[in-house]
């Protein structure tokens, strides 16, 4: 079906979720979701992105989730913490007829701070996730995120680190969203810091690795142009 944009289906699927100290009278009276605590166990992210037809020029300013915020109804949830939990980014891709899939699992999350009240963001202007998981079921991977909820452009930094990393853990996940693929590859460490807002980016990058092959797959010259796989979704959302 050409829809002439990017679609993003998500499923989410939450087995169990509690509240503490959510408040009904607040959702019904004042239109505000407040909770000090929610709690998901095992909940399962799946995210397809289909950007076949759509434009590359979309506008995507203001579209950070810490931006967004701002535009739904009033929430302070003082912590989110996600146990045990999958997150599945599949994306296909027309050059190769194939599919990227990226998967993380044992995905052990917590959110603190999520709001939009400005009189708790004045005290607290960042919402913090400390995130740890597996890659494709091995390889170990944690993140903090730092979001800005008081900067209108939705400045945010990213630091993290993976460890031991194989070539047949990329290769299909490279010759899907790149023009590569990788024959030959063990990376035993990686740190990176990553900051930004809506208007630019910069990183730093620290990979201890050894035995890289690769090779290049012919491509027309304009899908040079083409952005695609998982950092492009990101950037994107």
């Known amino acids: 079906v050409k829809t002439n944009q990017e679609v993003i289906v998500y499923n989410f699927n939450f087995p169990s979720i509690e509240l503490v100290d959510f408040n009904w009278k607040k959702l019904m009276n004042e239109d505000m979701l407040a909770a000090s605590?929610?709690?998901?166990?095992?909940?399962?992210?799946?995210?397809?992105?289909?950007?076949?037809?759509?434009?590359?020029?979309?506008?995507?300013?203001g579209h950070y989730p810490h931006q967004l915020i701002h535009e739904a109804i009033k929430t302070?949830?003082?912590?989110?913490?996600?146990?045990?939990?999958?997150?599945?980014?599949t994306e296909p891709v027309k050059r190769t007829s194939k599919?990227?899939?990226?998967?993380?699992?044992?995905?052990?999350?917590?959110?603190?701070n999520i709001t939009n009240i400005d009189t708790?963001?004045?005290?607290?202007?960042?919402?913090?996730?400390?995130?740890?998981?597996?890659?494709?079921?091995?390889?170990?991977?944690?993140?903090?995120f730092d979001l800005s909820l008081s900067d209108p452009k939705g400045h945010f930094t990213v630091d993290g680190y993976i460890n031991d990393l194989d070539g047949d853990d990329v290769t299909k996940?490279?010759?899907?969203?790149t023009f590569a693929e990788v024959t030959s590859f063990h990376m035993s460490h990686m740190d990176m810091h990553v900051e930004g807002d809506?208007?630019?980016?910069?990183?730093?990058?620290?990979?201890?690795?050894?035995?890289?092959?690769?090779s290049l797959f012919?491509?027309?010259s304009d899908e040079?142009?083409?952005?695609?796989?998982p950092m492009s979704f990101i950037a994107n959302v």
């Open 218 to 220: 012919k491509f027309k």
């Open 173 to 177: 996940q490279a010759a899907a969203f």
């Open 198 to 214: 809506e208007s630019y980016g910069k990183g730093n990058f620290t990979m201890l690795y050894n035995d890289l092959k690769i």
């Open 120 to 144: 708790i963001i004045a005290h607290r202007s960042s919402c913090i996730v400390k995130l740890q998981a597996k890659y494709m079921h091995k390889s170990e991977v944690s993140a903090t």
């Open 37 to 61: 605590r929610v709690n998901a166990n095992e909940p399962i992210f799946d995210i397809r992105f289909i950007r076949e037809n759509a434009p590359g020029d979309k506008n995507k300013t």
């Open 99 to 112: 599919e990227g899939t990226i998967e993380f699992d044992n995905v052990n999350c917590t959110f603190s």
């Open 224 to 229: 040079r142009k083409t952005k695609r796989g």
């Open 76 to 89: 302070n949830i003082r912590v989110l913490q996600v146990k045990n939990g999958r997150i599945v980014y």
